[in-house]
């Protein structure tokens, strides 16, 4: 398997660690340049020089998850055989030793994302480093139903099946990795967490990450199934009002009507901007359509129970009992209709190890 490491004006740091790793048992190393300019061209030659090393260039800079696919591209091309990828940091916050770990978990478990997970208790950690990370775990635990302890580590073995598919992924920055992780949710892709060494250089210098832009990026990730479910709650709740007020339709009647509408959007829509999954129509759409049945058939109810028990309007009665409805909707879709069914492994994997763990 490949090493690849994405560097954006990197210290000295990154030559320290290509030598190791060159030095070392792994096959191929990729380092991509990602548009750093040319003074930094004299530590790309020196990196290029080094045995097995081979390094892309951007002309400018396109972002992180740029530079990961650009790297994923060309191993994928040139080592057609590979197992899968190890992917590291330029800014000296990973040890060579824990990438010849991931390494080596890759090869003992070839169908599972393994992500290098370091420790937030107890230690200086910078600023810029600490910053979101509790919020964004549990953001994440909530949107892909997995309790992951460091969601931004860059230290991460792919498997090759789930390499092909982070191709298609339209993030370029920071916010990749978490859409890897979004992806690797609805392919089935199983998560392996490995303690690894937690390095900090003083003030991080060498880090590009900005808190408060990137986090945002990030969080937008995130966000996409609420505004996805917004837009189609505003949708299907204007059809309706619509239907009663201006056709004198019955509740059903309107009920239907403004479902049908509202489900071929949010059903596009939701299955490619937020769950990014690839499963055949023939598979996902009627567990969708059957989730649809069900809610209209919740929402009916919970509309005649608000309206008839407590006098509540239609439209509020409406709005409420599918606000209700939302959370359930939401796991439903990530945990039964836009995932993808976890196959058995190829091989039989390792028994679960003391200092790894699996979400």
Known sequence: MAVLIPA????????????????????????????????????????????????????????????LKTGIKYILAQYSQTAGVVTADADGQHHPADVLKLC????????????????????????????????????????LGRDLSDTQSGLR?????????????????????????????????????????????PHNPSSHFHPLWDSMRIYFVLLRFSLIAMLSAALDNLLFYLAVHSFGASLLTAQLGARAVSVL??????????????????????????????NLLLSFTGIKLLTGVFSLGLLKAKIMA?????????????????????KSPEIELPPRLKEAREC
């Not at 600490?130 to 775990?137: A, H, P």
């Not at 920071?174 to 390095?199: D, N, S």
């Open 8 to 67: 954006y004006q990197p210290g000295a740091s990154l030559l320290a660690l290509i030598r190791t790793l060159s030095a070392g048992p792994v096959p191929a190393i990729v380092v991509v340049d990602d548009g750093s300019g040319a003074e930094f061209a004299a530590t790309f030659e020196q990196a290029g020089a080094l045995p097995r090393v081979t390094v892309l260039h951007h002309a400018r800079n396109l972002g992180k998850g740029a530079g």
């Open 104 to 143: 080596r978990r890759l090869a003992k478990s070839p169908h599972m994302l393994i992500i290098g997970v370091r420790r937030f208790q107890g230690q200086a950690i910078p600023f810029r480093s600490k910053f979101g990370n509790e919020i964004t775990r549990k953001v994440m635990r909530i949107v």
């Open 157 to 201: 073995a792919i498997p090759r099946g789930l390499m092909e598919q982070l191709l298609t992924v339209p993030s370029s920055g920071y916010e990749f990795e978490l859409a890897m992780l979004v992806a690797a949710k609805h392919l089935g892709v199983r998560v392996l967490e490995q303690p690894i060494r937690t390095i900090y250089e």
């Open 265 to 294: 959007f949010n059903y596009a829509a939701v299955r490619k901007a937020a769950f990014h999954s690839g499963v055949a129509h023939r598979v996902v759409l009627p567990r969708y359509l059957a989730l649809v049945a069900a």
């Open 322 to 342: 599918e606000t209700l409805l939302f959370f359930l909707n939401f796991a439903v879709q990530r945990d039964l209709i836009f995932t993808r069914r976890r």
